[in-house]
């Protein structure tokens, strides 16, 4: 005959295994989750709210006396600030997240990675149609000793043009698809469009989602009007950076995806990072 089954506060208590103390006193920089997709809702400048998805990395400092962390406890705060109830993640609030982190965990210090598609709805320069074009976008923050850090890290596609093929051409010249990455440590609010903002007005000419014929004439002249070398994409977006108060440290990177060669044209500048 079956025992009939006991309330929670009956039962015996669960060991606590991650709480018992290691022998090895060897401190772990970070523990943690990593590659877990979850939905979150986005705001950026525009106070838009935009639902996605994010690959989220969530780690915590574990001091050398601890066996383990408590992995559950992460994905619980994932969800939390998941929930329909929860305030829109921003810039502005990912400080807050990890105080949240560290202060459940118990921990020294925390890390947490967000990687996610961002969609911007673009008006196209002539015909003003409207449509959606994706970026990729990261937002890191670190706790740690006190201190806390935050990068902001966007992929903006963009197209450019060769001067050297324009300058040597009796006619035409190549253009290909490129990619402007920023990674920024800002000291004030820096939003993530204002990055992408950057990247595309030093490409020869920006994406859109949809083109009508005379859009796509504008874009066409646009590039051969604005030509730029791989190096030209790099300088002139550190160039904006360096002169930015709101930035304390960047790296920039362009490749060129060409498209009279069987290879990428790459380049990168970096300043405190």
Same mark, same amino acid.
């Given at each position: @005959?079956?025992?009939? *089954? *006991?309330?929670?506060? @009956?039962?015996?208590? /669960?060991?606590? #295994?991650?709480?018992?103390? &290691?022998?090895?006193?060897?401190?772990?920089? *970070?523990?943690? /989750?990593?590659?877990?997709?979850?939905?979150?809702?986005?705001? &950026?400048?525009?106070?838009?709210?935009?639902?996605?998805?994010?690959?989220?990395? #969530?780690?915590?400092?574990? +001091?050398?006396?601890?066996?383990?962390?408590? @992995?559950?406890?992460?994905?619980?705060?994932?969800?939390?600030?998941?929930?329909?109830?929860?305030?829109?993640?921003? $810039?502005?609030?990912?400080?807050?997240?990890?105080?949240?982190?560290?202060?459940?965990?118990?921990?020294?210090?925390?890390? /947490?990675?967000?990687?996610? +598609?961002?969609? #911007?709805?673009?008006?196209?320069?002539?015909?003003? $149609?409207?449509?959606?074009?994706?970026?990729?976008?990261?937002?890191?923050?670190?706790?740690?000793?006190?201190?806390?850090?935050?990068?902001?890290?966007?992929?903006?596609?963009?197209?450019?043009?060769?001067?050297?093929?324009?300058?040597?051409?009796?006619?035409?010249?190549?253009? *290909?698809?490129?990619?402007i990455r920023i990674v920024a440590r800002p000291l004030a609010d820096v939003f993530v469009s204002d990055l992408l903002r950057i990247a595309e007005e030093e490409a020869?000419?920006?994406?859109?989602?949809?083109?009508?014929?005379?859009?796509?004439?504008? $874009?066409?002249?646009?590039?051969?009007?604005?030509?730029?070398?791989?190096?030209?994409?790099?300088?002139?977006?550190?160039?904006?950076?360096?002169? &930015?108060?709101?930035?304390?440290?960047?790296?920039?990177?362009?490749?060129?995806?060409?498209?009279?060669?069987?290879?990428?044209?790459?380049?990168?500048?970096?300043?405190?990072?």
């Amino acid at each position: @005959m079956n025992k009939p *089954q *006991q309330p929670d506060d @009956m039962l015996a208590p /669960i060991a606590d #295994v991650q709480s018992r103390r &290691d022998e090895r006193e060897l401190a772990i920089d *970070q523990v943690g /989750i990593r590659g877990l997709r979850y939905p979150l809702v986005f705001v &950026d400048r525009d106070g838009v709210a935009r639902a996605t998805v994010a690959t989220c990395n #969530v780690y915590v400092a574990l +001091p050398a006396e601890q066996k383990g962390t408590h @992995m559950s406890r992460l994905v619980e705060l994932l969800e939390e600030h998941a929930a329909a109830s929860a305030p829109p993640l921003s $810039v502005a609030n990912f400080h807050a997240l990890l105080d949240d982190l560290v202060a459940r965990l118990d921990a020294p210090g925390g890390r /947490i990675d967000f990687a996610f +598609p961002f969609f #911007v709805r673009k008006t196209a320069p002539v015909s003003g $149609v409207a449509s959606l074009l994706d970026y990729e976008v990261k937002i890191s923050g670190e706790l740690a000793a006190g201190r806390y850090t935050q990068t902001l890290d966007v992929v903006a596609p963009v197209t450019s043009l060769c001067p050297c093929s324009k300058e040597i051409s009796a006619y035409g010249a190549h253009s *290909q698809r490129s990619a402007i990455r920023i990674v920024a440590r800002p000291l004030a609010d820096v939003f993530v469009s204002d990055l992408l903002r950057i990247a595309e007005e030093e490409a020869s000419a920006e994406l859109y989602g949809i083109l009508k014929r005379a859009d796509e004439k504008y $874009v066409t002249e646009r590039a051969y009007d604005h030509p730029r070398f791989v190096e030209d994409l790099v300088r002139g977006v550190a160039a904006r950076l360096a002169a &930015d108060p709101r930035i304390g440290a960047f790296a920039v990177e362009a490749e060129n995806f060409e498209s009279i060669h069987n290879h990428s044209a790459f380049a990168r500048i970096s300043r405190g990072l």
